[in-house]
């Protein structure tokens, strides 16, 4: 099993910056490719980024290239994602996942397996 508790979500004025982590605990985390969803009131959860877990290949969704970036620091257990120049769009809770496949893309949901608890992020004015 794979567990996370994330951190770093809050409040913040559009064009701020905001750095989510996801600390992971478990056997097989290291093994795992890790994903960012979100999930707007409302709206489906949608896939964020997400970063294999063998040669660190990442994937973003078209809205949050250039302005997002996920790493990981397997020594720490931990995955980032970086969020710059963000967006009111950008409000929602995000999730961190683990793909015990290790490829995570695509990045859907019912693709992943274990699951954090979640943590929102609002940004506005």
């Known amino acids: 099993q794979v567990q996370f508790e994330e951190s770093g979500g809050g409040l913040v004025q559009p064009g701020d910056s905001l750095r989510l982590s996801c600390v992971a605990s478990?056997?097989?985390?290291?093994?795992?490719?890790v994903g960012w969803f979100r999930q707007a009131p409302g709206k489906e959860r949608e896939g964020v980024s997400c970063i294999s877990s063998s040669d660190g290949t990442t994937y973003y969704r078209d809205s949050v290239k250039g302005r997002f970036t996920v790493s990981r620091d397997n020594a720490k257990n931990t995955v980032y994602l970086q969020m710059n120049r963000l967006k009111p769009e950008d409000t929602a809770i995000y999730y961190c996942?683990?793909?015990?496949?290790?490829?995570?893309?695509?990045?859907?949901?019912?693709?992943?397996?274990?699951w954090g608890q979640g943590i929102q992020v609002t940004v506005s004015a």
């Open positions: 478990g056997s097989i985390w290291p093994y795992t490719a």
């Open positions: 996942a683990a793909d015990i496949t290790g490829w995570g893309t695509p990045v859907l949901a019912h693709r992943y397996d274990y």
